[in-house]
T-cell receptor, first 112, second 117 residues
Framework: SQKIEQNSEALNIQEGKTATLTCNYT??????LQWYRQDPGRGPVFLLL?????KEKRKERLKVTFDTTLKQSLFHITASQPADSATYLC???????????FGQGTTLQVKP | GAVVSQHPSRVICKSGTSVKIECRSL??????MFWYRQFPKQSLMLMAT?????????EQGVEKDKFLINHASLTLSTLTVTSAHPEDSSFYIC?????????????FGNGTRLTVT
């Protein structure tokens, strides 16, 4: 069955460092992958989308890579700030339905 | 940007009663909306796809008679949890995307925390 794995352990880093989060998947060939941010008690907020034919996408301090051979995406936040503390979800999709399968998320804690 | 409004944000109900949750797209028309459920520290699990003017499509293992979905207009979908039980207590989140944009991001509501006592 389709499976998406994100590191369930919280990631703690110091302010100013680069945070790297991992998303691995199996038994799936997504056409695209998206990253969302979720704060406690709130709905997810879209951050970045990367398509299967793209290797890397950037947006301000965020960078996403997508390796369809390794079946892995990496999500980087450079110059991290305490305000970046949240849970980050990866989601995979294919086709035109808009239907997404989510990973369980990784909680990032940036310490001042 | 596109906004999805969900109401209520929190609801507490007694076991055996029914609860209705509303999801509205505020500045775009959504022919399709998605309902998710999220347990603490777990992933969002897709429950059903709500289609305007037609029946919802439910994911495997989701009881359609328990979780009634109505999508009567292009801006409103409702989820009714019927005969709620304590195990239905969860965080329910709706989402929608602009139509015609196949892989565009989902816009999520802020969720409804349901507690069944």
């Amino acid at each position: 069955s389709q499976k998406i794995e994100q590191n369930s352990e919280a990631l703690n880093i110091q302010e100013g460092k680069t945070a790297t989060l991992t998303c691995n998947y199996t038994n799936y060939s997504p056409a695209y992958l998206q990253w969302y941010r979720q704060d406690p008690g709130r709905g997810p907020v879209f951050l970045l989308l990367i398509r299967e034919n793209e290797k890397e996408k950037r947006k301000e301090r965020l960078k996403v890579t997508f390796d369809t051979t390794l079946k892995q995406s990496l999500f980087h936040i450079t110059a991290s700030q305490p305000a970046d503390s949240a849970t980050y979800l990866c989601a995979l999709g294919s086709g035109n339905t808009g239907k997404l399968i989510f990973g369980q998320g990784t909680t990032l804690q940036v310490k001042p | 940007g596109a906004v999805v409004s969900q109401h209520p944000s929190r609801v507490i109900c007694k076991s055996g009663t029914s609860v209705k949750i509303e999801c509205r797209s505020l500045d775009f028309q959504a022919t399709t909306m998605f309902w998710y459920r999220q347990f603490p520290k777990q992933s969002l699990m897709l429950m059903a796809t709500s289609n305007e003017g037609s029946k919802a499509t439910y994911e495997q293992g989701v009881e359609k008679d328990k979780f009634l979905i109505n999508h009567a207009s292009l801006t409103l979908s409702t989820l009714t949890v019927t005969s709620a039980h304590p195990e239905d207590s969860s965080f329910y989140i709706c989402s929608a995307r602009d139509p015609g944009q196949g892989n565009s991001p989902l816009h999520f509501g802020n969720g409804t925390r349901l507690t069944v006592t």
